[in-house]
């Protein structure tokens, strides 16, 4: 059984992944997987490319593991637990990890407009979890509940980050049109 831990960059999936490998969980990020099995197919402005598909051919399927990374929920998993975070927030979070504005302003519209969640949505098991006001290790009791069987608080479709920032889209959609 697979667990997929997905979402937008800077939303927090290797901190909560970490968390949980130390309560216990095997834990893998797609990453590392793609370099173990060979996987890996280039590069592009310093990220590594995934051949997303091949690695989902050939990863190992028996026993229980959670695949971190932002590409997890293209390799079949059993469950797909998106972490979703505030656009506002995000912003924060994705400042602290050093980025150029440009990388950081795509990642926000990528949030904003539910592009992993839409992604995901072949999974058949598929959760998000609002980490906006939690701490990493709320998060991973969160993922932890979702994995129990506890899904009820975490069905997708509830987070609307475009409804929270209303006015400033009224204002953009009023320039348009
Ligand atoms: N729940 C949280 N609350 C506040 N800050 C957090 C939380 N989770 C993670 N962070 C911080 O946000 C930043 C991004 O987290 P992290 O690197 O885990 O994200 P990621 O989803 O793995 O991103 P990437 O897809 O780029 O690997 C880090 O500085 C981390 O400490
Ligand atoms: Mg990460």
Known sequence: MIVALTGTPGVGKSTVAKILRQRGYEVESVS?????LDCIIGEERGSRIVDINSLADKIEREGFRI???HLS???NP???VVLRCNPKILKKRLSRKGWA?????ENLEAEITDVILMEAMDVK???EID?????AEEVANAVDR?????TDNFTPGKIDWIFDIGDEIGDLIRRFF
């Open 146 to 150: 979702i994995i129990n069987g506890d």
């Open 32 to 36: 590392e997987l793609a370099e173990k």
């Open 67 to 69: 695949i971190e990374g």
């Open 78 to 80: 059993d469950i797909a």
């Open 131 to 135: 980490t906006s006001r939690m701490g």
């Open 101 to 105: 504005e440009e990388k950081i302003l």
């Open 125 to 127: 098991n598929i959760y």
């Open 73 to 75: 929920h293209h390799l």
